[in-house]
């Protein structure tokens, strides 16, 4: 089946929702393309506190608001797992169920995929104890020791969301620098249920009848081990670009980020990347909410320019 729009959005996360508001408003046919619940990272959060306007609210309400907003001015949403984008007058996005999309403009809005730990007993304890969405399953952890991987913004916000539950949290950093925002570290280091370990690598997660029972780290210098007696694990280790379905376009760097420029339109003509997904400093809900508006209006201007409105 092939569907024609004017203007495509791969990922329904707030980069690619604020570029629905714009794109629709603007008049263009807008499709909204997107594999699973549209809200992107923002349903992973559990509070947002740094969205102009509102103080804080949980990241599934906004996720939520934004959708309604989103097709409030016409935009489709539409089920849409990319395989391939093809380049052409008329661009083809080619999904996995053999529906291909056409428009002569496409923005890539797909964000990042959370990274595993790679190590031994990891794979087979997923959805058995090890978890990269706290607000998800964090309720799981009601009255039981947690371990969360990483010293990054998302790791330090989820171990203070986790506290909630858990009767102890311990913060497994491989460094003793943290990447997250001060105010996010005051924020865990003033938990009295936190606990931060530093220079700790982890090396294994344990087994008990079939679910997680502990975690083995070591210290990054002495290589001295230690047991954590935890039932929980909560990687936030960061995460890679979601842009397999690119690989054949010059538009990546080498770590597979989208290389756009300030319009957010990339080499190839008309095609166009906005939030997590490209090469960028600052990756926020606002930042990729910005990233989506530009990338709208600049594909409007340039359709508009070609007459290809
Ligand atoms: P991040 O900032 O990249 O932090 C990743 C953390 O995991 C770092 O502490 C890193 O250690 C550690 N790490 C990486 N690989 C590891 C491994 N194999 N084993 C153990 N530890 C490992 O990732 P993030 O926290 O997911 O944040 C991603 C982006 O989203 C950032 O730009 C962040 O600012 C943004 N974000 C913002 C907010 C907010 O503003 N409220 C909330 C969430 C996320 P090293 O430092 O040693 O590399």
């Given at each position: 089946m092939t569907k024609d729009y004017d203007f495509i959005i791969i990922g329904a996360g707030p980069a690619g929702m604020t570029a629905a508001v714009y794109a629709s408003r603007a008049g263009m046919r807008t499709a909204l393309l997107e594999?699973?619940?549209?809200?992107g990272k923002l349903l992973k959060t559990n509070k947002i506190s740094n969205w102009p306007g509102i103080k804080e609210e949980p990241g599934s309400q906004l996720a939520m608001d934004m959708f309604e907003h989103s097709t409030s001015f016409g935009a489709v949403y539409e089920y849409g797992n990319v395989t391939e984008i093809r380049d052409g007058e008329r661009k083809q996005v080619i999904c996995q169920d053999g529906t291909v999309f056409t428009a002569p403009a496409v923005l890539v809005a797909t964000g990042t995929k959370e990274r595993l730990l790679?190590?031994?007993?990891e794979e087979e304890h997923i959805g058995r104890g090890i978890s990269y969405c706290a607000v998800c399953d964090g309720a799981f952890s009601r009255n039981q020791d947690v371990a969360v991987i990483g010293g990054g913004n998302s790791a330090l916000e989820e171990s203070v969301y986790l506290t909630q539950f858990a009767s102890k949290v311990y913060i497994v950093m491989r460094?003793?620098?943290?990447?997250?925002e001060q105010a996010v570290i005051e924020a865990a280091r003033s938990n009295p249920k936190i606990e931060i370990l530093q220079n700790y690598r982890p090396v294994q997660v344990m087994d008990k009848e079939g679910k997680v029972g502990g975690l083995e780290i070591a210290h990054a210098q002495s290589g001295e081990k230690k047991l954590l007696p935890v039932t929980g694990i909560f990687p936030y280790i960061g995460a890679d670009p979601v842009t397999g379905f690119l690989k054949e376009l010059p538009v990546l760097d080498k770590q597979g980020y989208m290389l756009v420029n300030s319009e957010m339109e990339?080499?190839?003509?008309l095609l166009y990347g906005a939030g997590d997904?490209?090469?960028?400093g600052l990756r926020q809900v606002v930042t990729a909410a910005s990233d989506g508006a530009i990338a709208a209006q600049s594909a409007f201007q340039k359709l508009r320019s070609l007459a290809l409105l």
């Open positions: 594999a699973g619940a549209p809200g790679g190590i031994p007993g460094r003793d620098v943290f990447r997250a990339t080499v190839v003509s997904v490209c090469q960028k």
